[in-house]
């Protein structure tokens, strides 16, 4: 495992708002992808990011099911999810955070990946 992060967010606009908010906060080694099968695939293919960060609602994979897939293969990743609604129905496995997406979403998901990672 490496100290990489992938982040999720079909959004292309939420997801270059991150890379923007992420690299100002000194996150380098992030992966960024629109659709969930490419991270997993990614994932699969190279050294084990040590956190995924996903949305919740995407067209072709919720995130909850992205992140089971992901613990299923590699239990040992972090996992944080981020929603517009923090009225998830969960699934038998969840995720370690859940983020709500508000006015301070951004500096919330900067914190929890410090806290994550112990930085």
């Known amino acids: 495992m490496n100290d990489g992060i992938v982040f999720v967010d079909d959004d292309e606009g939420n997801a270059l708002l991150a890379e923007v908010w992420l690299s100002n906060a ?5 992966s960024y992808f629109r659709e969930p099968e490419k991270a997993l695939r990614y994932i699969e293919r190279n050294p084990k990011p040590a956190l995924v960060i996903s949305d919740y609602n995407m067209p072709t994979m919720n995130g909850v099911d992205f992140l089971q897939e992901v613990k299923k293969n590699s239990p040992e990743i972090k996992t944080i999810i981020v929603s517009a609604t923090s009225r998830l129905q969960w699934h038998p496995i969840q995720p ?4 709500v997406k508000g006015v301070d979403y951004l ?5 929890e990946i410090k806290k994550e990672l112990g930085i």
């Open 26 to 30: 000194g996150f380098t080694n992030v």
């Open 96 to 99: 370690h955070k859940v983020l």
């Open 107 to 111: 500096d919330d998901l900067v914190r």
